[in-house]
Structure formats: structure tokens, C-alpha cells
């Protein structure tokens, strides 16, 4: 399983595109696919993931892991807040 900004370097190369690849292009083509954010199975739709950021265009893949490997990492703690997060903001709102 492809996760992380792995997920979105396999889009880039299923695509058959070459870096430099704007964050427009990405949005255009695959704005509904679905990405996997961690090794748990988590997965966000890439428009939402890309809408997260002020990026423009990754350069190459080097770029795209340093640019996207932060928005992945704060996207899966948000999602691994565990059984007592999960209690405490349904019922505290925090």
C-alpha cells in the first residue's frame, strides 16, 4: 500500500508526467482520488488534501515529499486522536 506523498508521486507517474507537475494539474485530473495518509488505511481526496496548502507546483519528487510530507503527517495525527480524543471531542468539543 502506497501512502503518504508516495500516494501522490504514483498519481503523477500513472499519469505519465514529468516533473516540474503544478498543483493546478494535479487538482484538474485527479481531484477526486482518493490518497492513503498513513499505513492505518486512512485516505483523503486529493483536492481536500492539496486545498490544505498554499503550494503551487512541485519541482520534483524531492520537492513534492518536502512540501507534502508535513500536510500528510499533521492530516493523520488529526485523524489518530484515539478511542479517549475521540470521547473527549464529542463531548467537550476539544
Do not use: C
Not at 508516495?6 to 481531484?31: F, I, K, Q, T
Not at 477526486?32 to 492539496?50: F, H, P, R, T, Y
Not at 499533521?74 to 478511542?83: D, L, T
Amino acid at each position: 500500500m502506497t501512502y503518504g506523498p508516495d500516494a501522490v508521486h504514483e498519481l503523477v507517474e500513472e499519469s505519465g508526467w514529468s516533473y516540474p507537475v503544478s498543483v493546478r494539474r494535479l487538482e484538474r485530473e485527479h481531484a477526486l482520488a482518493n490518497v492513503q495518509v498513513d499505513e492505518k488505511g486512512n485516505s483523503i481526496m486529493l483536492a481536500e488534501l492539496l486545498s490544505q496548502t498554499d503550494i503551487d507546483r512541485f519541482e520534483s519528487r524531492d520537492d513534492l515529499e518536502s512540501k507534502l510530507g508535513p500536510v500528510f503527517e499533521s492530516e493523520s495525527q488529526r485523524r489518530n486522536v484515539g478511542f479517549f480524543g475521540r470521547i473527549k471531542k464529542t463531548f467537550l468539543g476539544g
